[in-house]
């Protein structure tokens, strides 16, 4: 009983902290993206991928491609319970900057909707952008999916899944980079997570830890130091599965940053001070010179 109760309490101060860390965020987010430049882009907004309301991404056209025409499409964290491509902004600023169109998407939030709800507004996602890329002027033989904690777990989860059928657009993505995301733990009475997931099912069946497949997907795993919201195991443990499998993975970790900052230091302005962004980009030359 006495163990039961500590970890209820250890569970209550991360909840705690989460918030705390995001309610920040939501406030930065605003000053973060009135500090970026807005000439290194052309931007779509509010683009209807589906019929939800909440199934809209902007799109971000770099002003100079690189000649493999590489598509992010970057899906923000939250707890699967709030977020808003709005505040992400500076993400497309940024990798616009480097040659890269980028793809920031809204999807549905929990409580309302729960797994694999998200998932599958990732997916149809994609599916809108390979279908409309001559209309949009964008490539999606190269792409590249990025997800920040909730959103890590996101774009990891579309391709590992507990689908029958295998993703259909596999060969198209170059590389996976997953940023403080929570691959493999039990979301049950978590006070994180429990609401975005059907607690009746266990997290063996959910986690895409459990379904990795062979394929020639470049993975990235980073980590921030200071992280103290997700455990360094997920990104270990998923590294150890994909390599098992022969999968390429490399993991890293950021040094000082933490849950949120990690995200935040990829704003170009402020990216130079930290490792987050000269990272990313070493290894997405790596992936799309293959």
Do not use: C
Request: charged letters at 20%; proline letters at 4%.
């Amino acid at each position: 009983m006495k163990q039961l109760i500590q970890q209820v309490q250890e569970n209550v101060i991360r909840a705690k902290n989460f918030y705390q860390e995001f309610r920040l965020y939501d406030l930065a987010s605003y000053s973060i993206n009135y500090l970026t430049p807005k000439d290194t882009y052309e931007k779509e907004e509010h683009l209807a991928y589906g019929l939800k309301a909440r199934n809209r991404l902007d799109l971000y056209r770099t002003k100079n491609p690189k000649k493999q025409r590489p598509l992010i499409i970057f899906v923000h964290g939250g707890s699967w319970q709030h977020g808003n491509k709005r505040d992400y902004l500076f993400i497309g600023e940024s990798f616009a900057r480097e040659g890269f169109d980028v793809a920031v998407i809204n999807y549905q939030l929990a409580p309302e909707n729960i797994f694999p709800a998200f998932i599958d507004d990732l997916s149809q996602a994609i599916h809108y952008l390979n279908q409309n890329q001559k209309k949009l002027n964008i490539s999606t033989e190269n792409i590249i999916l990025m997800g920040h904690s909730a959103g890590a777990f996101n774009v990891m989860s579309v391709v590992y899944s507990a689908k029958s059928q295998p993703f259909k657009y596999t060969d198209n993505i170059k590389a996976i980079v997953g940023l403080a995301g929570p691959y493999h733990f039990d979301y049950k009475d978590d006070p994180l997570s429990e609401h975005a997931f059907d607690q009746h099912i266990p997290y063996q069946q959910v986690m895409p830890y459990y379904f990795v497949n062979p394929n020639k997907i470049k993975h990235y795993l980073l980590m921030a130091e200071n992280d103290q919201l997700v455990g360094n195991h997920n990104s270990f443990d998923l590294d150890k599965a994909l390599r098992e499998k022969g999968n390429h993975s490399h993991v890293m970790v950021i040094p000082k940053t933490g849950h949120i900052t990690i995200v935040a230091t990829l704003a170009s302005f402020v990216s130079h001070y930290f490792k987050t962004k000269r990272t990313i980009l070493h290894f997405l030359e790596e992936a799309l010179e293959d």
